[in-house]
């Protein structure tokens, strides 16, 4: 029975993953995922186990935000979904939104499914830079790394070879998963989601993050929220 049951939920996990990574600009509903990053950023904040992001959060140069993130696989596996991109100015400032997905493909041992809410901060401009590409993996030339989780955490386990990582990653799952690494997952831009939230010309990161040329009074709450996190420890 619990074998059966752990079966359908791997095939239905990986359904939810071809159709998040598959999906157009009309089914995913963009200020509802908005939404749900400021839902996800407010309870990073207060959940006990992210005192180090809390405490740090004031050095980063940006943040991705992906409020679901569905894993699942049986040997061969995979993860797919949807986020946003803000990055911060003078200030204590923070942009407008850009849209991402996300997704990798992995062989080893895992089993199960897993569903995460997920943020990277970016903490160096070398990790912004390379976020601003079309296309971005995680890893390699840009590191990542798992932030410290969990009271008194600490900010040693975020060096790779003695230096500090481009890119810090926390979650908070659900579900039953083995093997889930966020290194070497993909981020694409979605044009599609940018266009659809912003208007009627293509919006690139570049112009929506680095050079501001379009606002969306929708994403102020999730610009506050981020802000607020980034003050809890800010100098």
Avoid: C
């Amino acid at each position: 029975m619990l074998r059966h049951t752990l079966i359908r939920l791997i095939f239905a996990g990986l359904f939810s993953i071809l159709s998040l990574q598959n999906a157009h600009a009309s089914d995913i509903d963009t200020r509802a995922l908005v939404d749900a990053a400021a839902t996800s950023v407010e309870t990073f904040s207060i959940d006990p186990d992210m005192e180090w992001l809390r405490h740090n959060m004031h050095k980063a140069r940006a943040i991705l935000i992906v409020p679901q993130l569905i894993k699942g696989g049986f040997f061969f596996g995979g993860s797919g979904g949807s986020g946003v991109l803000l990055t911060k100015g003078e200030g204590n400032v923070w942009s407008y939104p850009a849209f991402y997905t996300m997704g990798s493909g992995t062989i080893g041992f895992q089993a199960g499914v897993e569903v995460a809410e997920l943020i990277l901060i970016i903490m160096t401009d070398r990790g912004v830079d390379g976020l601003l590409t079309s296309s971005f993996k995680l890893g390699g030339d840009i590191s990542i790394a798992t932030g410290p989780i969990g009271a008194g955490a600490k900010a040693q386990s975020v060096d790779i070879k003695g230096k500090s990582a481009d890119i810090l990653a926390f979650s908070r799952t659900k579900g039953f998963y083995g093997g889930v690494s966020a290194e070497g997952a993909v981020l694409k831009v979605r044009e599609d989601l940018n266009h659809a939230y912003y208007g009627d010309e293509t919006r690139s990161p570049r112009a929506i993050l680095i050079e501001h040329t379009v606002s969306n009074p929708h994403a102020d709450s999730l610009r506050v929220a981020v802000a607020r996190l980034a003050e809890i420890s800010g100098p």
